[in-house]
């Protein structure tokens, strides 16, 4: 994205909403290949199924929905859902949100040493977090119980709520093995 190109953490929704803190070039190629790549490995499996992409409401996740739903409708000839919640938004930094990223450590490291409910310079604390995913999975589960649900969110969004489908303390959200850039990453319940 734009905002991890210059090193800058974005993470409230004014912000976050904003073209400007969209999809860099180079992004965008890192979606078109990971999506191509998905895609092809899946194909079959895909075409059997309802798929459906629930997205952030940032310009950067929408971007990368955007790009995965126009691959994946060419691809497989199909319609694809699609769906902004602000419940996969960023987690929000608080006061440190516009600072450079290099201060994600020390939310990191609050994290793991002052558990789920810290709101350290008003950073969204994990347990807020967990309340919001963890609604949303309800919802999409009841609503869509057969279809393959694609989530398309943030780093620490994602870091953390593989802690909720894995049964792991979100406080060691940063032990789960990292989600790179682009990543399509396959969680079954």
Not at 106 to 119: I, L, Q, R, T
Request: aromatic share 6%.
């Amino acid at each position: 994205s734009i905002p991890n190109t210059q090193g800058i953490i974005v993470s409230s929704i004014a912000a976050g909403t904003s073209k400007e803190n969209g999809l860099s070039e180079r992004g965008k190629r890192q979606v078109e290949e990971s999506a191509l790549d998905w895609v092809g490995r899946n194909q079959d499996h895909l075409m059997t199924k309802e798929i459906i992409i629930y997205t952030s409401i940032f310009s950067r996740a929408k971007e990368t929905a955007m790009i995965l739903r126009a691959i994946i409708q060419e691809s497989l000839k199909k319609d694809i859902a699609f769906i902004e919640t602000e419940s996969l938004r960023e987690r929000f930094f608080g006061e440190l949100d516009g600072c450079g990223s290099q201060r994600y450590a020390e939310v990191w490291e609050k994290d793991a040493s002052e558990g789920c409910d810290h709101n350290w310079n008003g950073v969204e604390s994990l347990n807020q977090v967990c309340c919001r995913i963890r609604e949303l999975m309800q919802d999409v589960s009841r609503d869509h119980p057969q279809a393959i649900i694609i989530l398309v969110s943030h780093g620490d969004t994602l870091q953390i709520s593989q802690t909720l489908f894995s049964g792991i303390s979100p406080h060691l959200h940063r032990s789960v093995p990292h989600l790179q850039t682009a990543e399509i990453r396959c969680i079954t319940s």
